[in-house]
């Protein structure tokens, strides 16, 4: 069946460095692939999304890089902070833009003041 | 975007129960989906509500334990059935926001413990 891989589990930076979470999907039809953040004992809050037409998209410092090629797409964090210390989830579409989402399973990231 | 307000927020239950879950949106939505957050844990999608017809669910999923409701276009409940200390949770109900479903807003989950 359908599945997203993330990498890391965890990861921890110091307060400026920059933070990098993988993803990698397996379904060919998937198109849609948002990147949620969750606090300890919130709701994940989507943070930023790529649709299968766009390479990149950036958001202040954030960033998402998709090879659809490949099936990976990527998180970039930049200049992180210690209110960025939570756990990072990405999802993958399945069967186009109303489809529900396959989640990865998580990466918890520690920025260190 | 879209506003959900699930209740209840949480629950502790007495095994062998059933405890019912609701959703309740302010702008209607073709499809809601309700997942489950195991602790510590990402989030698997139960099933998918739809208005007019059965939920659709996931493979380990069964209607008979986790039966939904979809009643209209801005409502749906989840039930969870005869419940174990396995079913403790976080289940979180969502929806895809706009025409294109950009992006899925989530309810704030109801954290559920069985004891």
């Known amino acids: ?113 | 975007s879209a506003v959900i307000s699930q209740k209840p927020s949480r629950d502790i239950c007495q095994r062998g129960t059933s405890l019912t879950i609701q959703c309740q949106v302010d702008s209607q939505v073709t499809m809601m989906f309700w997942y489950r957050q195991q602790p510590g844990q990402s989030l698997t999608l139960i099933a998918t509500a739809n208005q007019g017809s059965e939920a659709t669910y996931e493979s380990g999923f069964v209607i008979d334990k986790f039966p939904i409701s979809r009643p209209n276009l801005t409502f749906s409940t989840l039930t969870v059935s005869n419940m174990s200390p396995e079913d403790s949770s976080i289940y979180l109900c969502s929806v895809p926001e706009g025409t294109r479903g950009d992006g899925y807003t989530f309810g704030s989950g109801t954290r559920l413990t069985v004891v």
């Open chain 1, 1 to 113: 069946g359908e599945n997203v891989e993330q990498h890391p589990s965890t990861l921890s930076v110091q307060e400026g460095d920059s933070a990098v979470i993988k993803c990698t999907y397996s379904d060919s039809a998937s198109n849609y692939f948002p990147w949620y953040k969750q606090e300890l004992g919130k709701r994940p809050q989507l943070i930023i999304d790529i649709r299968s037409n766009v390479g990149e998209k950036k958001d202040q410092r954030i960033a998402v890089t998709l090879n659809k090629t490949a099936k990976h797409f990527s998180l970039h964090i930049t200049e992180t902070q210690p209110e960025d210390s939570a756990v990072y989830f990405c999802a993958a579409s399945r069967g186009g833009s109303q489809g529900n989402l396959i989640f990865g399973k998580g990466t918890k990231l520690s920025v260190k003041p």
